[in-house]
Structures are given as structure tokens and as C-alpha cells.
């Protein structure tokens, strides 16, 4: 059985087009990310057969959900979904709302199962509550939990925080990490916040006009300059690590990640736990001999790999840090007077690293 | 005093006429309500306007192309004839048929109304949670628009008790086949017998204020709508 998502997408209507051929890795969360109209909800849409494209081909997991000749209609096809509204049924209780679709697939969770992903939501006190009684981010929580009882061999999630304030989205967030890190079933994420990406995603898909810009590994894209990722006006790197070490004494978390390993202000997390950071290219500087006496913990070795104007009199310059990217926005004078070019071996110091939660 | 024999032979007929009037509209206006939320088709327009004839023709108009109709000459009459039936104008079915013509709009339109304010989003939840086109029906549209469907079945009841000119088209005066109420008591005052008029006309009053007492309350209870 081959572990991916295969999905080739046309659709027209007045004033937009969308064309995508997709091939998504048919495990963990895949970000569907761009800006509003881009056609992201549409291409979970017609994944989904909510929208009908007759020439489309969708198949997941070796699984073929439409093809030329074929169109399976939404209610056959195991998947689940979750609307950015959570879009419970009004009529039924939460309890009654999550076993609408148990009671009508016979692989779905069972009542342990269940227990299970509603005590992972922190739903279980809401059971016999009325969906209008609830918080937004209680129904979408309900939601979630409703898409995930029926065990569904693909989970397709359009903006479910998007419609949820700031408090809310804080509220989900480390419920939909902890899923990610529990859940074997690929996601199919929309969204159009960097953020949510750079927290959740492990593989991006950049879409803008109807196209996919671009699709690869999460990290890679989001590091890329060439990709209007939104939040890359100032530049920045975030970085996948894992957690290997608490000084209680000065404060601090230590982190490795591919290439290296940076302190960090403590936080309470379990050693092992998988991470990421950012770093503002505006925090790193360089310097062509390791810096001594200085106050800065950071300081990685690194090979300069490109540069390009960044503004009036910036640069920006694109390091390798034995395998990971690092930005780092230098003045033009420095980059003169250092004389860095590709191939260049420099120190980059790093003023501050955040952890992104 | 009270009603007469003749009276509450009227009643009963009504009450029939109404009741086997409101159960056909059901069975045919759903549909016909659901194509018409939900259907692009150029038709629609044409078909809302058909539907919607009624409120705004007289009903003797109605009336007398029914009669034509469903007379022997006529296209139902042709075919009721094909099919081994009596001609419909001046029997019970007759007045069925009529009924389910003339009151057409009191029960599709708060149907379709209640579809449309429930849109597409609660069936496509229930299709992505594996529920088939007649299991999303029966679990998602009728409770959820069940005020619709209770406002559709009251207003069909009532309007069909109330009609009169269609009923004399076509129904004519027939004691226990199509004398309904609404000619009861015109009979009644052509006869000069007030007493009786008022017995039976009052009663349509006290009715009809149940009625819209009733309507009033299930719109009341069911504020709801939009999904949360």
C-alpha cells in the first residue's frame, strides 16, 4: 500500500480556476496554506466530494475515491472533517453529536476509544450539554471529537480555529499538538495563519490563484525566500528540536536540532519532547572568528550559502547550519567589510530564540 | 340549541376534506419545496410563480378552469376516464384535488423557507459523518425544520377549511359528498336562519383564532436556526 495522498483537482467557475495536481505524504499533518481565495477550502472540498469535478482523481492511501469513471459520494468516503464553524447539529445533545457518524460506521471508535479522545479533548464534562450552551471553542472541540470517532482513514480540518478569538485558539492549540502527536491518520490542515503552520504542520502545501506554489517539508518551505510566506518581511528561521536538557539553576532549556544545539529561557517541558523555535534574522550576527567574551549563549559555526538585499542597506544571509537553515539580517557595510561569500565558514551569534507556542 | 345533523355532517366532511387535503400536501409540497431551495434550474421561477397562483386568483377563477379541468372534456377528466373513474366535479375527490391545488402555497412555501434558512452546511456535515441522501432527510431536515413543517400543516389545515369559492365551482351543494362548512352557513343565510349561521360561523371564528394562537406559539418555541 503506498502511504500517500494523490489528489489532481480542476475546477471552473466565473472569475476562478483552480488546477492542482497534489502529492502529499499520507501521514502526519499536511498544511494547505495561502491566502483567503486561493482555493484551499475548495481543495479540501472536492477531496472530500462536497464539490464534484468530473476529470478529478482523488485516492488516498491506495485507496481511489474518484477517478474518471467513478465518484464516490461524500457519505462513502472515510474520511472526517472539520468546518471552520464547528457546525454542530443543534438538534442533539454533544453526546449525541459525536455518535451520529459512530452509529453509522461500523469501524468506528469504540466506547473505550472514544472515552479515550474526549478525555483528549477535555470534553468529557460537556456530554450532556446543548451545543447553544456551549463556548466556540467547546463546539469545535465537540467537532473534532465528532470527525475523529469515526476513525476516519483521512482527517480534513478548513480553518478550525479561524473563526475562534486568540483565547480560544490558545485553548485548542495544545489539544490538536497532542492529536498530532497520538494520531496515525493524515490531516489535511487548512489555514492562512503562519503561526498554526509553523506549530502544527510537518509538510506544506503553498497555494495562491488556484495553484500550488509549492509542496514540500514544513520547515523547508516555511525557510524559503522565494515563498510570500506572510511572515518573512523581516526574515526568520524556525527550527524543529527536541528538548534534551533542563538547567534548573540558571533558568534555561537546552535544545538540539539537526546541526546543532541552542539554550533557551526554561520551559516546563518533558525531556525528548519535539519542538519548535524561531529566530528573527534581525537576532543573528556574524562573525568570521569564534567570539569570545561575550554575553550571548548562542553561537553556532556556520556556512554562508547565499545573500540578497533585505531593504535599504540590509542583507540577508542565508546559512547552513550543518544541514539547517539559519537567516541572519546583516547591514550591506558588514557584509562588504566581512567580505562574505557562498562557501564563507562564519560564527553566527543568536541574540534570542523563542519557542513557538 | 346546538348543531344540527346537517351541521355536524358538514363538520365531519370538512374536517376529512381538510385533513386527507393536508396529509396529500405534505407528501407532494415536500419535494416540491426541497426542489425549489435547492434547484438552479431556469424552471424555478416559472414553477414558485404556478405554485404561488392561488393566493392572488380569485378562487372562482381557480374554480372554473378546474371544472373545465376535470370535466369530461377536459385533460383530467379525459384521463380519470381512461383510468375507469367517475368525473371528479361534484364529488368528495373532486374537492380533494381542488383543495390540494388551492392550497398549495400556505404549505410549500413555509417549507421551502425553512430549508432554505437551514442551507447546506448541516446536510454536508451529516454526509461527511456518513449519513446517505434519506438518513440526512429524516435525521437533519425534518427535526431541524420541523417549525416549517408544523407551520406548513396548520396553515394548509386552516386555509382549506376557509375555502368557499372553489368549493362551489366545483363541489357544488351535495349534503355528505361536498357540503362543506363555509357553504353550510351561506345555505343557513340564504335561508334566513341566523341562529344557525351563527352557531357554525362562530365556530370558524374560535377556530381560526386557535389556529393562529397555535401558529403563534410554535414560531415562539423555535426561535433556533442557524447552527451554532
Not at chain 2, 377549511?161 to 362548512?181: A, D, K, S
Request: net charge neutral; glycine share 8%.
Amino acid at each position: 500500500m503506498t502511504e500517500r495522498i494523490q489528489a489532481r483537482l480542476h475546477l471552473r467557475y466565473a472569475g476562478f480556476a483552480l488546477d492542482v495536481d497534489l502529492q502529499l505524504p499520507g501521514r502526519g499533518i499536511t498544511a494547505l496554506f495561502g491566502p483567503s481565495g486561493s482555493g484551499k477550502t475548495t481543495v479540501l472540498r472536492l477531496i472530500a466530494g462536497l464539490e464534484r469535478t468530473d476529470d478529478g482523481f482523488v485516492s488516498v492511501n491506495g485507496e481511489v475515491w474518484q477517478d474518471g469513471r467513478h465518484f464516490l459520494p461524500t457519505h462513502k468516503r472515510p474520511l472526517g472533517y472539520v468546518f471552520q464553524e464547528a457546525s454542530l447539529f443543534p438538534h442533539l445533545s454533544v453526546r449525541g453529536n459525536l455518535d451520529y457518524g459512530r452509529r453509522r460506521v461500523c469501524s468506528a471508535m469504540d466506547a473505550e476509544a472514544l472515552e479515550r479522545a474526549v478525555d483528549l479533548l477535555g470534553i468529557a464534562h460537556l456530554l450532556t450539554r446543548r451545543p447553544d450552551g456551549l463556548s466556540g471553542g467547546e463546539r469545535q472541540r465537540v467537532a473534532i471529537a465528532r470527525a475523529l470517532a469515526l476513525n476516519p482513514r483521512l482527517l480534513l480540518m478548513d480553518e478550525p480555529l479561524a473563526a475562534l478569538d486568540l483565547k480560544r485558539k490558545q485553548e485548542i492549540l495544545p489539544y490538536l499538538e497532542r492529536l498530532h502527536d497520538e494520531l496515525s491518520i493524515p490531516v489535511l490542515y487548512v489555514s492562512h495563519s503562519p503561526e498554526e503552520v509553523a506549530r502544527l504542520a510537518d509538510h506544506l502545501v503553498f497555494m495562491q490563484h488556484g495553484r500550488a506554489l509549492a509542496s514540500g517539508p514544513c520547515l523547508e518551505l516555511m525557510n524559503r525566500r522565494d515563498l510570500p510566506l506572510g511572515q518573512q518581511e523581516d526574515g526568520e528561521s524556525i527550527l524543529a528540536a527536541r528538548v534534551v536538557e533542563h538547567d534548573a539553576q540558571d533558568h534555561l532549556t537546552r535544545v538540539a536540532f539537526t546541526g546543532g544545539e541552542l539554550w533557551l529561557p526554561r520551559h516546563d517541558l518533558c525531556l525528548g519532547h519535539a519542538v519548535r523555535v524561531r529566530i528573527h534574522a534581525r537576532d543573528v550576527s556574524l562573525s568570521l572568528t569564534r567570539p569570545g567574551g561575550t554575553s550571548i549563549l548562542n553561537i553556532l559555526p556556520a556556512t554562508v550559502v547565499a545573500s540578497s538585499d533585505a531593504g535599504p542597506g540590509q542583507s540577508l544571509v542565508r546559512l547552513d547550519v550543518g544541514g539547517t537553515v539559519l537567516l541572519a539580517r546583516i547591514t550591506r557595510r558588514s557584509l562588504n567589510a566581512l567580505a562574505l561569500a557562498p562557501g564563507q565558514h562564519v560564527f553566527a551569534q543568536i541574540k534570542s530564540v523563542a519557542l513557538i507556542e | 340549541m346546538g348543531f344540527s345533523d346537517a351541521d355536524l355532517a358538514a363538520i365531519w366532511l370538512t374536517l376529512r376534506l381538510a385533513g386527507i387535503t393536508t396529509l396529500l400536501l405534505l407528501l407532494i409540497g415536500t419535494p416540491l419545496a426541497w426542489w425549489l431551495a435547492h434547484t438552479r434550474s431556469r424552471w424555478r421561477g416559472p414553477v414558485a410563480a404556478v405554485v404561488a397562483l392561488p393566493l392572488v386568483l380569485p378562487p372562482t377563477v381557480l374554480g372554473f378552469y378546474l371544472l373545465l379541468a376535470m370535466g369530461p372534456q377536459g385533460p383530467v377528466g379525459q384521463f380519470t376516464q381512461w383510468l375507469g373513474l367517475d368525473a371528479l366535479p361534484f364529488t368528495f375527490w373532486g374537492l380533494v384535488v381542488a383543495s390540494v391545488i388551492y392550497s398549495m402555497p400556505f404549505v410549500v412555501q413555509p417549507i421551502q423557507n425553512a430549508i432554505e434558512a437551514l442551507g447546506r452546511r448541516p446536510l454536508e456535515v451529516a454526509a461527511t459523518l456518513r449519513a446517505g441522501p434519506w438518513d440526512r432527510f429524516w435525521t437533519v431536515v425534518v427535526p431541524l425544520a420541523r417549525p416549517g413543517f408544523v407551520t406548513a400543516a396548520i396553515l394548509g389545515f386552516a386555509h382549506t377549511v376557509g375555502e368557499f369559492g372553489v368549493v362551489l365551482m366545483i363541489g357544488g351543494n351535495i349534503p355528505g359528498e361536498t357540503r362543506v362548512v363555509s357553504v353550510q352557513i351561506y345555505d343557513h343565510v340564504e335561508a334566513m336562519e341566523y341562529a344557525e349561521a351563527h352557531w357554525l360561523a362562530g365556530s370558524m371564528v374560535i377556530f381560526s383564532f386557535l389556529v393562529l394562537l397555535a401558529l403563534h406559539a410554535t414560531h415562539r418555541h423555535t426561535t433556533h436556526g442557524a447552527m451554532p
